[in-house]
């Protein structure tokens, strides 16, 4: 009988579909990843991924990242979950803004360092106390960002292709491809 602690769930959603299959990969590794390329798909299912931590774009439409964060800290046992915006835009005022909308951290996108991207979100579950029972995440390379300045991390991610609006949970293998995506 497995008596291991269940993986730390992290929902991602990022309306640009090589991103967020490439980023679910990549998470999956470490966590139970629920990615969404559509606000309104992954806010309908909150209830089912129940996130330890969000990753949201920013810049999606209709629903962009700040209004999807105000919809899942509204719904009943999310109001303190960790988010964290995952943005192109980078300067120091629409950092703050994002702050200020309630994330606790800002990726600049596309993720350059992977590593850094992991421990942050493995910081935010620690804090939440989310990652009790998980493993620690990999020891930072010479140079890092000290952990108090999470926020401030510029990372930039890989490409592949995912089912417009479909979620799916990855445990970071490669997903299957569909006749439609495999153009």
Do not use: W
């Amino acid at each position: 009988m497995d008596h291991r602690s269940p993986r730390p769930r992290l929902l991602l959603v990022d309306d640009n579909e090589d991103g967020v299959e490439a980023l679910s990969i990549l998470l999956g590794a470490k966590y139970s990843v629920f990615a969404y390329t559509v606000a309104e798909k992954a806010l309908e299912a909150i209830g089912t991924s129940k996130p330890d931590v969000v990753v949201l774009d920013i810049a999606m439409h209709p629903i962009d990242g700040l209004e999807c964060l105000k919809a899942i800290r509204a719904m009943p046992g999310q109001q303190d979950v960790p988010a964290i915006a995952l943005t192109g835009y980078a300067r120091s005022v629409e950092r703050e803004r994002f702050l200020e909308g309630g994330f606790q951290a800002v990726v600049v996108k596309p993720v350059a360092d992977f590593t850094r991207l992991v421990t942050l979100i493995d910081e935010m579950l620690l804090a939440s106390g989310g990652l009790a029972q998980a493993s620690p995440a990999p020891a930072p390379e010479p140079g890092a960002v000290p952990l108090g300045e999470a926020a401030r991390f510029d990372c930039r991610p890989a490409t592949g292709a995912l089912e417009a609006g479909g979620a799916r949970e990855t445990d970071g293998r490669r997903p299957a491809r569909s006749a439609e995506n495999s153009r």
